[in-house]
């Protein structure tokens, strides 16, 4: 733990879901319930090192594309996760954002979302973001029509940065990604520009606390040089 250097945002690609049910003969939903239980524990385990940010890749804008069957599930799930972890959204202080167009989603959902959303949006230091139907050339897409609409004609790097869904948070500094897949998948592009890439073999539902700091240690001996030397 000594010399640890903690990122200040830390975004997980939660992969392997599918893979880890299969090894035990189950349906993938049964991957994605395990994979939702695990959230608890790795989201606690950041913000007690001291990291201010978490973003979790929960469904991307490709998602959709799954067997209606598994898209309900996951929605039953997500459900679950926002009606349950509230208490301790609230009572750890910890602001819940959304990246990605939630109003896509059953409106069951989009009600419990602006639930959490007012009920935390007060709390500055600690955020939960959970991106849902996301996907990051979307989003930028969907940041420079924002700019445009606006009147800008020309605009800075913080202009760019303060249009899309994580305007008022820092770039991401790791990315975690589990299940032995090396690749970023659309996720927060603008913000990983300089960020450390984690790959682990682990499968989502396998990653935990240990599993983290082996995460958080491999962050410390990078060096990060940002283009300098
Ligand atoms: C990737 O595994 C996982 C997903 C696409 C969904 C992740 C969703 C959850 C963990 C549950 C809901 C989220 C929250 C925030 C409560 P995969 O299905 O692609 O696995 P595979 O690559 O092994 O098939």
Redesign the pocket.
Known sequence: MEGLKIPRHIGFI???????A?QRKQP?NF??IH??NR?DEVVTACLDLGVECVS?????TE?WQRPKEEVDK?CD??HK?LNQYAKKLIGNKIRLQISGDYTKFPKKIINLIEKRLEETKHFENRTLN?AINYGSKQEIVSAVNKLIESGKTCVTESDFASALYTANLPDIDLVVRT?G?QRVSNFFLWQIAYAELYFTPV??PDFDKNELLKAIEWYSNRDRRYGKV
């Not at 939660?14 to 880890?20: F, L, P």
């Open positions: 939660m992969d392997g879901n599918g893979r880890w299969k993938r991957g994605h994979g939702s959230i979790l890749y929960a469904f991307s998602n996951i799930i997500l996760f959970i299940s897949e499968l989502w």
